[in-house]
């Protein structure tokens, strides 16, 4: 455990002051980006940049966003970043902090590059009603859509203008702006859409009053609801009783193509959980609902309530999913546990309150990379303290390396790293695929299917990146495994 000292924290703020000025030489997508949901009464959100192996050690830069755009601001608690095809969507609940002075947005649109801003939408509801935004899922080149505290509305990816709302996604509590947090009957945080990740054709997302929800990205619909019964059904045949279980606030995708989302003990959003992960089959959509047990393990915390994305990232290298939990509700962020998907094994990897310093891990600031497979923290010490490093680790849990940042209430939010081929939370578009002489490309339903390789990229003949699924007649480059192949698709 090291322990970041005053003077090492001077040094960083006198770096990070000049990596400021430097901040337009820099090719963003070279690193790491960390999503601060910042000071909230005070500032709007930040992104801050971290190269980890940079020789000279000159790690960080600060507020990128700002430092790229002179006069301009994401919004108010940002939680969500995603990179797709080159752009990096960032998803705000308010598009302005109420002490800060400069209007940002709900949606943020950079390139993913340079950081500079393309569009910023202050509403997501055309109609202006109260929608407050969660997350973002790349479906097309064309077409994403964004979760919200009002259901899943459709963007353009091409006017960046919302179209309307996926069919059936909406909250029920719509006309619940009145009422409080707490009450059942409020729309703000009862009735949620969480994260979401296109699989098999489909977009997948947790909704906290209905389950999973399943939306056919042609129609823009939902066309299936996983309800919550199937693990009340597991909880009543090993206890005598039935609850009325939740969803977590995120669902993650495993190397092996099945998706994975925690279990609230109920909908009203109050974080408290129960011991079960739900496996979802994206082609079948049949589930395996997972006893987490054992002294001292527990499932994925989650935070429907002051919403953030669940503590919880899935491997790309092996078939492995991370998590913070912990027998409180909130802020269990001292224990990281890694779960095998294919022998339902669970460890704990870290423990922070075994280690000296009292640091923890802040809300849902876990990432791991998807091609090093390292572990990625951002942890502090109380809510009062503006101390705040973010950690490396192996993905065995052994400490790499501290990267102390200047003092600020940073209260980070999502790690995004730019090499990764599914719009999984917190990753982006872009892989090199591992090396095997097997490979067969094929179309299937207008979807590009590479079988005998995992990770592949799909380009347009113009070069840009585009998803494997639902594509629009024409020719497309498939590059798997350091070859490149021309597909046609009908």
Known sequence: MKILSRGIIVAAFVAGVLNTVKASETDYTKGIMIVNEDWYGHQNSTVNYLLPDDVDGDYWRYRIVQAENPGKELGCTNQYGAIWNGRMYLIAKQEKDPGASVVGG????????????????????????????????????????????????????????????????????????????????SSLYYGQTGTMVLAGGKVFAVHQQYGLLVVDTQTDKVVDVLDMGIVDDVVEAETGKRPASGIGSTIVRSKDGNLWYAV????????????????????????????????????????????????????????????????????????????????????KIIDFSSEPGDWHIYGCSLGIHPQTDELYASVFHQFQDQTYATRRYTSDGVLKNDYPMIANYWFPSMIVFPTDPYNNPGYSSVSVPASDENIMVKVVDRSIVVDGCHDFQVYSLDGKMCGSENLQPGIYVVRADGTTRKVIVN
């Open 264 to 347: 609230a003990k109920n909908v009203q959003g109050m974080g408290a959980t129960l011991p079960y992960v739900v496996k979802v089959n994206p082609t079948t959509l049949e589930r395996e609902v997972v006893h987490i047990d054992g002294e001292g393990m527990y499932p994925p915390s989650n935070s429907w309530y002051a919403w953030t994305p669940d503590p919880m990232c899935a491997s790309r290298v092996t078939n492995s999913l991370y998590w913070c939990g912990g027998a409180n509700s909130w802020f269990t962020t001292y224990c990281v546990f890694r779960f095998d998907t294919d022998s339902h094994k669970i460890e």
């Open 106 to 185: 709900r949606i943020s649109v950079t390139d993913a590059k340079t950081m500079k801003l393309i569009k910023q939408l202050q509403i997501i509801d055309p109609s202006g009603r109260q929608c407050d935004g969660r997350a973002f899922c790349g479906v097309t080149d064309k077409k994403g859509y964004v979760s919200t505290s009002n259901g899943i509305w459709v963007l353009n990816l091409e006017t960046l203008e919302i179209e309307r709302q996926v069919e059936g996604s909406g909250n029920p509590n719509l006309d619940g702006n009145d009422k409080p947090n707490t009450d059942s009957g």
